[in-house]
Antibody, heavy 115, light 107 residues
Framework: QVQLQESGPGLVKPSETLSLTCTVSGGSIGNYFWSWIRQPAGKGLEWIGRIYTSGATNYNPSLKSRVTMSIDTSKNQFSLRLSSVTAADTALYYC?????????WGQGTLVTVSS | DIQMTQSPSSLSASVGDRVTITCRANQSFSYYLNWYQQKPGKAPKLLMYAASSLQRGVPSRFSGSGSGTAYTLTISSLQSEDFATYYCQQSYSIPWTFGQGTKVEIK
């Protein structure tokens, strides 16, 4: 079964760029949409955006000016970059697959924005 | 953006109770409504997709219904493992948006 694992720095300084990678195992990354979703501590879920195998993307307009997603099908990985981060970007970041609904999800990685 | 509002925000219930959670959208759509269960320290888990389709492996005590602007998730007989937070999500119009969550607690 498909499993996802997020990786990247857990601490990012304000104004810098958050970079995360999601590695897909147990199946091909091909022919699906792959999403990033975040959750501040004790709060709800915010969809950041998604990328298709072809590289086509959809971003949340609220973050669009700061978000870049990419995909490397040879490595079964996709990535998120969020620029100019502030404390408001501190959250648990999940990667996930979209099929009918969002499933499965990675375990999530906590990113803290602090100097 | 489509705004999703869940009610109640929290509820207390006993094992064996029937529980219903409502999700309302500020725009009408059909079919593209999903439900998730999240336990503390865990990633959300897909329960229902397309409003009323049960995700594989999810117990049949979970059911979903609705269309237009109102959707419901029902747990027919609450079990101890069902105490969690539940979220609805629309996948009709980008950006996908989630409800604020409903926390189901032990009475």
């Amino acid at each position: 079964q498909v499993q996802l694992q997020e990786s990247g720095p857990g601490l990012v300084k304000p104004s810098e760029t958050l970079s995360l990678t999601c590695t897909v195992s147990g199946g091909s990354i091909g022919n699906y949409f792959w999403s990033w979703i975040r959750q501040p501590a004790g709060k709800g879920l915010e969809w950041i955006g998604r990328i298709y195998t072809s590289g086509a993307t959809n971003y949340n307009p609220s973050l669009k000016s700061r978000v870049t997603m990419s995909i490397d099908t040879s490595k079964n990985q996709f990535s998120l970059r969020l620029s100019s981060v502030t404390a408001a970007d501190t959250a648990l970041y999940y990667c996930a697959r979209e099929i009918e609904g969002v499933d499965p999800w990675g375990q999530g990685t906590l990113v803290t924005v602090s100097s | 953006d489509i705004q999703m509002t869940q009610s109640p925000s929290s509820l207390s219930a006993s094992v064996g109770d029937r529980v219903t959670i409502t999700c309302r959208a500020n725009q009408s759509f059909s079919y593209y409504l999903n439900w998730y269960q999240q336990k503390p320290g865990k990633a959300p888990k897909l329960l229902m997709y397309a409003a009323s389709s049960l995700q594989r492996g999810v117990p049949s005590r979970f059911s979903g219904s609705g269309s237009g602007t109102a959707y419901t998730l029902t747990i027919s007989s609450l079990q101890s493992e069902d105490f969690a937070t539940y979220y609805c999500q629309q996948s009709y119009s980008i950006p996908w948006t989630f409800g604020q969550g409903t926390k189901v607690e032990i009475k």
